[in-house]
């Protein structure tokens, strides 16, 4: 009978760490719980605004030539621009990305001295669907031979050839918005 003593110690001990596992488990849960709480984060959108504006200022001067910087729309704003002024396709170019109020994208594409085979680089995959005329001048659309779900950004392009310009836009907008843009380019090139 010396081994009922030891045996119900031996229960006991074995009882005891299934106890202080599980408590032990329960505080480092707690510790996590408390630091997912009380650590502030930041919900703020991470891309900043750009003044595609003043870019357009120093690219015109520098360039010479007549960089459009559209007037947007209520709750649009720019996320991106640039100019690139010796690319290696021989094409200089000025590109502004516009994000609207419900996230919908719309790229503008301004290129200077367009050959085709730039023009049928930009529009590869994509078929010509149909024109829209807005204001005096007409647009032609393009759209993407096959759809994408999501819309990707290339999915719809309409482009102004102006030779031996062009502009082109393209996004995941709506055709109201491609539309009032569009309008808008055109009145910052002087055309309506």
Do not use: C, H
């Not at 703020?44 to 007037?71: C, H, L, W, Y």
């Not at 991106?80 to 290696?88: D, F, G, L, Q």
């Not at 050839?161 to 995941?172: C, I, K, Q, R, S």
């Not at 918005?177 to 309008?183: I, P, Q, R, S, V």
């Amino acid at each position: 009978m010396s081994n009922a003593p030891s045996d119900a110690a031996a229960k006991r001990r074995a009882k005891q760490t299934v106890i202080n596992l599980a408590l032990s488990l329960g505080a480092s849960l707690g510790i996590v719980l408390v630091l997912i709480l009380i650590v502030p984060r930041d919900d703020s959108n991470r891309i900043q605004p750009v003044d595609f504006t003043s870019i357009a200022m120093e690219a015109e001067v520098s360039s010479g030539k007549e960089i459009v910087a559209p007037q947007l729309p209520q709750g649009w704003w720019s996320n991106s621009a640039r100019w690139s002024a010796k690319p290696t396709d021989g094409v200089a170019t000025w590109y502004v990305g516009f994000v609207g109020p419900k996230n919908q994208y719309i790229g503008l594409t301004q290129a200077f001295g367009v050959n085709p085979t730039w023009l049928a680089i930009e529009l590869k995959n994509s078929a010509e669907t149909g024109s829209v005329t807005i204001g005096d001048s007409t647009w032609t659309i393009y759209e993407a031979l096959e759809q994408s779900n999501p819309k990707k950004t290339k999915d719809f392009i309409m482009v102004l050839n102006n030779e031996p310009d062009a502009v082109l836009l393209y996004g995941t907008g709506t055709s109201q918005d491609f539309e009032a843009l569009a309008l808008s380019v055109q009145a910052a090139l002087g055309a309506n």
